[in-house]
């Protein structure tokens, strides 16, 4: 076994560990022990990639921008969780950085940036051997729109005010100036707000493809709130937490088994949520997808939005616009084939990742219909994956 200056063994794939950020502003900022911020830092102090795409605060809390970063003394501004942040990294990737085929990345992930990554480097869009993935669970995120009606009408609260917000024990809290307030998720999801109905339904929330999965289950005691739960992934994950570690740039101790016990059942217990609203959300069809969709999009104005913005969309997107898609060019609504053969397209293959929907100016559930489709097919070759999404 590899051992450490003081004596501590090297981690390996397949290892849990509590750990924390030794760099005191990465502390204050991160949103439990910084060790994401740190792996990044360390990976471009030291050359392992060139550049790092993280998520940096816009103008106030519901302004989540990916950011190009060059110089590591930069990263401590990307340090914490944007929980509306509903941005999808893995077309910035295939789109604005070449699928990082010239350059290696170090970026950020949820479970959803992580399956459009996956699914673009199977298009050979993406080079994922350049990138080095930092996985953070996610439990889901709240529409910026949304997250300023709800903190408005639910809180009570201006939203203009609220300059922190953060998930805890199942509670959407802000705080604001004068004061803090946190209402449980189940309560707002129960009065139309809450997640973004794609998250609640998504069945991926330890990124585990990543090279290590972070986030806040499973760390208890004195560590609580202080330190991140990584898991490693892969012998990457490994080398990179092994190396920070060396360069006294992240401490770590093994995770408390009671901790790694309870991140268990938390995710379980979040498995089985998304599965609840799997069953609800598809009820809401009432078994007539196909009548659902034609009337639903009958009010598309064919601004291509969800084509341009879906990671498993991919291809030559004039062509899709134009011709092959069996649609007379500037007819709206476009006749039923223009959705047809967008949901055939990617049926086998979307991610649920709804950006289709969230970026859909006429509020047609579109990620609803393409994940019902999805879930049908994946019932079709191997029922055993979709009927847990139907049966009562
Ligand atoms: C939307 C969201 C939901 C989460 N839900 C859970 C959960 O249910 N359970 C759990 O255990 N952990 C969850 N996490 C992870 C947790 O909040 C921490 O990010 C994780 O524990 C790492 O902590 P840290 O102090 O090491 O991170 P930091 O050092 O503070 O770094 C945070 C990193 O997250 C990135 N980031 C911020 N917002 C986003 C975003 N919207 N999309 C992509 N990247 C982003 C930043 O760029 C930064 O690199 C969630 C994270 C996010 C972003």
Same mark, same amino acid.
């Given at each position: 076994?590899?051992?450490?200056?003081?004596?501590?063994?090297?981690?390996?794939?397949?290892?849990?560990?509590?750990?924390?950020?030794?760099?005191?502003?990465?502390?204050?900022?991160?949103?439990? *022990?910084?060790?994401?911020?740190?792996?990044?830092?360390?990976?471009?102090?030291?050359?392992? /990639?060139?550049? /790092?795409?993280?998520?940096?605060?816009?103008?106030?809390?519901?302004?989540?921008?990916?950011?190009?970063?060059?110089?590591?003394?930069?990263?401590? =501004?990307?340090?914490?969780?944007?929980?509306?942040?509903?941005?999808?990294?893995?077309?910035?990737?295939?789109?604005?950085?070449?699928?990082?085929?010239?350059?290696k990345i170090a970026m950020t992930v949820k479970g959803c940036d992580l399956m459009g990554i996956l699914?673009?480097?199977?298009?050979?869009?993406?080079?994922?051997?350049?990138?080095?993935?930092?996985?953070?669970?996610? !439990?889901?995120? /709240?529409?910026?729109?949304? &997250?300023?009606?709800?903190?408005?009408?639910?809180?009570?609260?201006?939203?203009?005010?609220?300059?922190?917000?953060?998930?805890?024990?199942?509670?959407?809290?802000?705080?604001?100036?004068? !004061?803090?307030?946190?209402?449980?998720?189940?309560?707002?999801?129960?009065?139309?707000? *809450?997640?973004?109905? =794609?998250?609640?339904?998504?069945?991926?929330?330890?990124?585990?493809?990543?090279?290590? &999965?972070?986030?806040?289950?499973?760390?208890?005691?004195?560590?609580?709130?202080?330190?991140?739960?990584?898991?490693?992934?892969?012998?990457?994950?490994?080398?990179?937490? =092994?190396?920070? /570690?060396?360069?006294?740039?992240?401490?770590?101790?093994?995770?408390?088994?009671?901790?790694?016990?309870?991140?268990?059942?938390?995710?379980? &217990?979040?498995l089985k949520l998304g599965e609840k609203w799997r069953r609800k959300d598809f009820g809401t069809l009432?078994?007539?997808?196909?009548?659902?969709?034609?009337?639903?999009?009958?009010?598309?104005?064919?601004?291509?939005?969800?084509?341009?913005?879906?990671?498993?969309?991919? *291809?030559?997107?004039?062509?899709?616009?134009?011709?092959?898609?069996?649609?007379?060019?500037?007819?709206? %609504? %476009?006749?039923?084939?223009?959705?047809?053969?967008?949901?055939?397209?990617?049926?086998?293959?979307?991610?649920?990742? !709804?950006?289709?929907?969230?970026?859909?100016?006429?509020?047609?559930?579109?990620?609803?219909?393409?994940?019902?489709?999805?879930?049908? !097919?994946?019932?079709?070759?191997? %029922?055993?994956?979709g009927k847990a999404a139907y049966k009562n």
């Amino acid at each position: 076994m590899a051992l450490f200056g003081g004596g501590k063994p090297a981690v390996k794939k397949g290892d849990m560990v509590y750990a924390w950020t030794t760099d005191s502003e990465i502390a204050k900022k991160a949103e439990c *022990g910084g060790a994401v911020t740190t792996f990044l830092k360390h990976a471009l102090e030291t050359k392992m /990639v060139d550049a /790092v795409l993280a998520i940096q605060r816009g103008q106030d809390i519901y302004d989540a921008v990916p950011t190009l970063i060059t110089d590591p003394k930069d990263l401590k =501004n990307t340090a914490g969780s944007l929980h509306c942040g509903t941005l999808l990294l893995s077309k910035v990737v295939a789109k604005h950085l070449k699928g990082a085929k010239d350059k290696k990345i170090a970026m950020t992930v949820k479970g959803c940036d992580l399956m459009g990554i996956l699914e673009l480097a199977k298009r050979n869009a993406i080079n994922r051997d350049n990138l080095l993935l930092i996985g953070v669970n996610c !439990g889901g995120t /709240v529409s910026p729109v949304k &997250a300023m009606k709800m903190i408005q009408e639910i809180y009570g609260v201006d939203p203009m005010k609220v300059h922190k917000e953060e998930i805890d024990k199942g509670q959407f809290i802000i705080e604001f100036e004068g !004061g803090h307030k946190g209402i449980s998720i189940d309560e707002l999801e129960e009065k139309g707000f *809450g997640r973004r109905t =794609n998250c609640r339904r998504c069945e991926y929330k330890v990124p585990r493809q990543a090279d290590l &999965a972070c986030g806040n289950w499973g760390v208890i005691g004195d560590k609580a709130g202080k330190a991140t739960f990584v898991e490693v992934c892969s012998d990457k994950g490994a080398d990179l937490l =092994n190396r920070a /570690v060396k360069a006294d740039a992240l401490a770590t101790e093994a995770a408390n088994p009671k901790g790694i016990e309870l991140r268990q059942k938390v995710e379980g &217990a979040m498995l089985k949520l998304g599965e609840k609203w799997r069953r609800k959300d598809f009820g809401t069809l009432k078994g007539d997808l196909w009548g659902t969709i034609g009337r639903e999009t009958g009010r598309c104005i064919k601004c291509y939005s969800c084509i341009e913005n879906c990671p498993v969309c991919f *291809g030559d997107t004039e062509a899709l616009k134009a011709k092959s898609f069996m649609v007379t060019a500037g007819e709206v %609504p %476009p006749n039923g084939m223009f959705h047809l053969r967008r949901f055939a397209h990617i049926s086998d293959t979307c991610v649920n990742c !709804g950006q289709c929907e969230e970026l859909c100016p006429m509020d047609i559930p579109l990620a609803l219909f393409s994940h019902a489709i999805r879930v049908e !097919g994946d019932m079709a070759f191997e %029922p055993k994956l979709g009927k847990a999404a139907y049966k009562n």
